[in-house]
């Protein structure tokens, strides 16, 4: 079965940092594209970072630019996120995915897991 252990969520006040990490199993972790997305209350979801396998890029959306970074260790099957600056805006549940290939808006191709959520919340 394929898992994805998101973990590292936590309540922070703005400016602070947080550093969430996902465990992949189940799958070929370097064959597939992985990634977080995040949901606000309220809101519907998006995507926050992801690396895509094709070409191995890195992606961002525009409001993390510069705050967010993902990296991986593939010896342990793991990605990262580390959020840094973080805003109030930022709270939100924050999901670890794995795919054939995310293209910035859907995931394309036949194949693709969510892990379980965690929550970050940012005060102000």
């Known amino acids: 079965d394929v898992q994805l252990q998101a973990s590292g969520g936590g309540l922070v006040k703005a400016g602070e940092s947080l550093r969430l990490s996902c465990v992949a199993s189940g799958f070929t972790f370097v064959d597939y594209a992985i990634g977080w997305f995040r949901r606000a209350p309220g809101k519907g979801r998006e995507a926050v970072s992801w690396?895509?396998?094709?070409?191995?890029?890195?992606h961002y959306r525009d409001s993390v630019k510069g705050r967010f970074f993902i990296s991986e260790d593939i010896a342990k099957n793991t990605v990262y996120l580390q959020m840094n600056s973080l805003k109030p805006e930022d709270t939100a549940v924050y999901y670890c995915?794995?795919?054939?290939?995310?293209?910035?808006?859907?995931?394309?191709?036949?194949?693709?897991?969510w892990g379980q959520g965690t929550l970050v919340t940012v005060s102000s």
């Open positions: 690396i895509n396998r094709r070409d191995g890029s890195y």
């Open positions: 995915a794995a795919g054939d290939h995310y293209d910035g808006r859907q995931w394309i191709g036949d194949e693709d897991w």
